[in-house]
């Protein structure tokens, strides 16, 4: 508590401290609300700056860009259906609908609260336990456990979205194939990729996303106007009430430890997180049939998850020198323009450093909940704005983003085309979110399999040595056979598509 | 057996064509790697086949399924099924981003993009001329300045004289 204290007045005595936190707040949440432009763009643009600030200033930016920017995204993955990164992409499952309904207000308010409570939680724990959970995280998961972990994550999201399972599993393959684009993961041989030099290095997921999200609702939204069935949506300001959080208690602290543990292990992050405690609401839900058509839990788990996951991503960071994703990674370099090393010596040479972060993650997170406050009752409006001239806003913020990625113009082409072939899809019954989903983890499920093949010499009875990844693989498969047996044997349906 | 309708044919016989192709191009790839025995063509082969006999499976639903019975996994039911034809309104709304797309690199982002927002709002119904033309205009505006001038994001310029030039000359003013 007293490092905590120290950190904090550390923290608040400098005046260019202050600016830098409230810069990268602010900064953070603005860009993590553009499509494309992520925090992982102004990461890198800031990136060169960082070495003239003091080393505890450079690296409390980052983790306060890290915080507010995981939030800054849910704002138009609600109101517009574009995730600002794929860690909110789940947030649009139930979001948008939500919108659609005339709720907008509710689901950013859950999204601001949720958002701030899973990065407290997060922090609280940080600070309380960064040594031991690294360490144990890093012993108990390897490639096996992260294979079977991807495996349980495909086989919960094939049931999410679609009309009927199959169309589940189809979405899901379609985006694992999506992924198989480009280089193998193992000897770097070539893949569909045509002789393109452009494929070589595979179908970039930003834009791939923002085809499949935006461009495809502006498509559908287009459709029906053109039809004549076009509803605008009714603005709305209400937050939701303290009674309908607390019927949620345990969603939330659900998703705080599955987005926890997710953001501890390298490599996996907020994204799997989010998509995690997604599909773990849907699991444990007496009503699942409803996810996907604006339910407030569906935000609620989403964005609780992703930002727990920023906290946790810290531990291994800190602790063991290990980033756990691409702004983790910019961290990292940020630690060595300053001539350190971010690792277990950290906490004995640079113990003032460590703490501001964490206070500066804190403080972050209660900003979130007084500045998201403020911008649920201000950005809701847009929302008035008729649909026919926020389409082509939409569409060129997309094309910016797409093409901002990589500053290739095929990018922007792989967007159109991603948003039309959603379009046809979501016409004829496929999830989005399988397709974002198996995309995003197909490169990850192989790499970890092919590591753990070679790391059990190929001997399935190696796997019984891994009692968390066997774990792990036995609910999968259960998911599965629990899917198949209500398709074989359900007497009535439990739902049908028009509900 | 219920009778499928022809959009229900067409995807059926894309996902088969689909993954017939898909599986035929990893001899492309099948070779061997020393230290991974299952080589590069091992995952994508294992995916292919579960897609074929998800698309198999829901060919098998659509035929035997009776006309109300919807039994799918609890956890679905966002989506709807519609194979109505689409009309050529909405054709044109959907190339029209493909063709700004195709056409960005050569002439560029500054020149391309007015003319795109004008035929976009045009398609979706906007006949007033004050409106397509400021509304248009704004839009490209806002957006430019904000990533050209205040986040420096690289817009394509064009290639083909005349266009590039105009397009550097607009970034040169801006920044």
């Known amino acids: ?499 | 057996m219920r009778k499928l309708v022809p959009g229900q044919w067409i995807e059926f016989s894309f996902w088969f064509v689909f993954t017939g192709i898909a599986f035929a191009l990893t001899f492309d790839f099948d070779r061997e790697i020393d230290m991974y025995r299952y080589g590069a063509a091992g995952w994508p082969r294992v995916v292919i086949v579960i897609v074929f006999l998800a698309a198999l499976g829901q060919l098998l639903q659509s035929l035997f399924q009776k006309e109300t019975d919807t039994s799918q996994s609890s956890a679905s039911a966002i989506a709807e099924e519609r194979h109505d034809p689409i009309g050529p309104q909405m054709w044109l709304i959907m190339l029209t981003p493909v063709a700004y797309a195709l056409f960005i690199e050569e002439l560029g982002y500054y020149v391309l993009t007015p003319i795109f927002l004008i035929a976009y709002l045009y398609l979706t119904g906007e006949r007033r001329l004050k409106w397509l033309l400021g509304v248009s205009l704004g839009i490209f505006l806002v957006l430019t300045i904000l990533f050209t001038k205040f986040l420096y994001v690289g817009l394509p310029t064009g290639n083909v004289p005349g266009f590039y030039d105009f397009g550097s000359w607009i970034v040169q003013i801006l920044q």
């Open chain 1, 1 to 499: 508590m007293a490092e905590f204290i120290q950190g904090t007045m550390t923290l608040f005595s400098d005046l260019t401290s202050v600016m830098i936190f409230v810069g990268g707040l602010l900064g953070g949440m603005l860009f993590g609300a553009i499509p494309g432009v992520s925090m992982l763009t102004l990461g890198a643009i800031i990136l060169p700056f960082t070495g003239s600030m003091a080393p505890a200033d450079a690296i409390m930016l980052y983790s306060v860009i890290y915080c507010s920017g995981v939030f800054g995204g849910a704002i138009t993955a609600i109101l517009f259906n574009i995730p600002g990164a794929p860690e909110n992409a789940p947030t649009a499952f139930d979001g948008y609908p939500m919108t659609q309904k005339g709720l907008a207000g509710k689901a950013v308010g859950a999204a601001v609260l949720c958002s701030a409570l899973g990065g407290l939680a997060s922090a609280i724990l940080m600070m309380s336990a960064t040594p031991i959970i690294a360490n144990w995280a890093i012993s108990a998961f390897g490639p096996p456990e992260i294979f079977a972990l991807v495996f349980f994550g495909i086989a919960v999201a094939s049931s999410v979205g679609s009309a009927t399972i199959w169309k589940g599993w189809l979405s899901v393959g379609l985006g694992l194939m999506i992924a198989m684009v480009g280089l193998d993961p193992v000897a770097g041989l070539e893949r569909y990729n045509f002789g393109s030099t452009y494929l070589m290095a595979g179908i970039h997921f930003i834009p791939t996303i923002l085809g499949f999200f935006a461009v495809s609702e502006v498509l559908i939204q287009a459709e029906k106007r053109a039809a004549g069935t076009y509803k605008a949506p009714k603005v709305n300001l209400d937050f939701p009430s303290f009674g309908e959080f607390w019927k949620l208690k345990i969603a939330v602290l659900r998703s705080m430890v599955i987005g926890f543990f997710a953001g501890i292990l390298p490599g996996i992050g907020a994204t799997l997180a989010a998509f995690m405690g997604y599909n773990e609401a849907v699991r444990w839900s007496k009503t699942p049939h409803l996810f996907g058509k604006g339910q407030l839990e569906g935000v609620v788990s989403s964005e609780t998850a992703n930002n727990a996951a920023t906290g946790a991503a810290m531990i291994p960071l800190l602790a063991l020198g290990l980033p756990g994703g691409a702004l983790t990674a910019m961290m990292i370099g940020v630690f060595q323009m300053h001539n350190m090393e971010p690792g277990p010596l950290v906490f004995m040479n640079s113990k003032d450093l460590v703490w501001v972060v964490f206070s500066a993650m804190f403080f972050a997170n209660i900003s979130i909940l007084l500045l998201g406050w403020l911008q649920t009752k201000t950005v809701v409006h847009l929302l008035r704005i008729p649909f026919h001239f926020l389409a082509p806003v939409i569409l060129l913020l997309a094309t910016i983003g797409a093409y901002a990625v990589r500053s290739l113009g095929t990018d922007i082409l792989i967007m159109f085309a991603a948003g039309i072939m959603g379009f046809f899809l979501r016409r004829s019954g496929y999830s989005i979110a399988g397709i974002v989903l198996g995309l995003i983890l197909g490169k990850i499920g192989e790499q970890n399999f092919a590591q753990a093949s070679q790391m059990l010499h190929y001997d399935i009875m190696g796997w019984t040595d891994r009692p968390i990844a066997v774990g792990l693989l036995i609910f999968g498969v259960i998911t599965f056979l629990a899917q198949f047996y209500r398709l074989v044997f359900a007497k009535k349906p439990s739902f049908s598509i028009d509900d």
